[in-house]
C-alpha cells in the first residue's frame, strides 16, 4: 500500500511560469483534497474532488488555480502565472467516505517562486 | 463561517512535563479528528472522536470530545522528544442544510517544541 504520493516534492518556478502538482491517492481512496500551507500557518482548504468531478472548489483563488482528478490517472491542481505568493507547500490527501473518516496525506510539494 | 479555533498556538516543555492543547468549534461537529504534523513533515491522523464526551486514549495521549460537541482536548503525559510537531483539530465543514459538506476545515494547530 503505496500510500497517496505527491509529485514532485520540491518545486521552483519563476514568476510567470506555470506549477503542476500531482496526486495519487491511496487504492481504494476516489476522495482528494488539496491544502495550501503556509509557513508556521495552518491547512487551507482548496478544492474537493472525486473522480472527474469537482465537488468543492470554495477554497480556490478564483483565477489562476484550477484542479482535476480525471477518470485515469492522478489530480492536477495546476496554477499558471506563478507569483511569490504561491510560494508554499501544497499537501493532497484522500480518504475512502468523505470527511468522517480520517484523511491521508501525501509527503507534499514544496512551491518556491523565484 | 465555520471557524476552528486552538490554543496555545505555541508550547514549550520540558522533558517529562505534561502538555495539553485545546480546540474549540464555532458550530456543532459530527466529529473532530486530530493530526500530527512532525518538522518538515505531512499531517498525520491520529484519532476521531464522534460521541459527546468521548474520550479515547492512545498510550500517553488522552483525546476527549466536549458535552456539546464544540470542543475537544489532546493531553499528553510525560512528554518525550518524540512528540515534537504540530497537533492540529479538525472537523468536517457543516452545509447550509446541516450536513457534513465534504471536506475538514483544521485548526491552526499547536506547536510543541519538547526541550531534553
Known amino acids: 500500500n503505496a500510500g497517496v504520493m505527491q509529485n514532485p516534492r520540491h518545486l521552483v518556478r519563476r514568476r510567470g511560469q506555470e506549477a503542476r502538482l500531482r496526486c495519487s491517492p491511496m487504492k481504494g481512496h476516489s476522495h482528494v483534497y488539496w491544502y495550501r500551507q503556509l509557513p508556521e500557518e495552518g491547512l487551507k482548504f482548496m478544492v474537493y474532488?472525486?473522480?472527474?468531478?469537482?465537488?468543492?472548489e470554495s477554497g480556490m483563488p478564483k483565477e489562476r488555480f484550477s484542479a482535476e482528478f480525471p477518470k485515469e490517472g492522478p489530480s492536477i491542481l495546476r496554477i499558471q502565472q506563478v507569483v511569490r505568493g504561491d510560494s508554499a507547500a501544497y499537501f493532497c490527501?484522500?480518504?475512502?467516505?468523505?470527511?468522517?473518516?480520517?484523511?491521508?496525506f501525501g509527503s507534499g510539494t514544496r512551491l518556491t517562486v523565484v | 463561517g465555520q471557524q476552528v479555533m486552538q490554543i496555545p498556538q505555541y508550547q514549550h516543555v520540558q522533558e517529562g512535563e505534561d502538555f495539553t492543547t485545546y480546540c474549540n468549534s464555532s458550530?456543532?461537529?459530527?466529529?473532530i479528528q486530530w493530526y500530527k504534523q512532525r518538522p518538515g513533515g505531512h499531517p498525520v491522523f491520529l484519532i476521531q472522536?464522534?460521541?459527546?464526551?468521548e474520550v479515547k486514549k492512545q498510550k500517553r495521549l488522552t483525546f476527549q470530545f466536549g458535552e456539546a460537541k464544540k470542543n475537544s482536548s489532546l493531553h499528553i503525559t510525560a512528554t518525550q522528544t518524540t512528540d515534537v510537531g504540530t497537533y492540529f483539530c479538525a472537523g468536517p465543514v457543516k452545509t447550509n442544510y446541516g450536513g457534513s459538506q465534504g471536506n475538514l476545515i483544521f485548526g491552526k494547530g499547536t506547536k510543541l517544541s519538547v526541550k531534553p
Open positions: 490527501a484522500s480518504s475512502q467516505t468523505g470527511p468522517n473518516y480520517g484523511y491521508t
Open positions: 472522536l464522534v460521541k459527546s464526551g
Open positions: 458550530t456543532t461537529l459530527s466529529n
Open positions: 474532488l472525486q473522480k472527474e468531478n469537482i465537488i468543492d
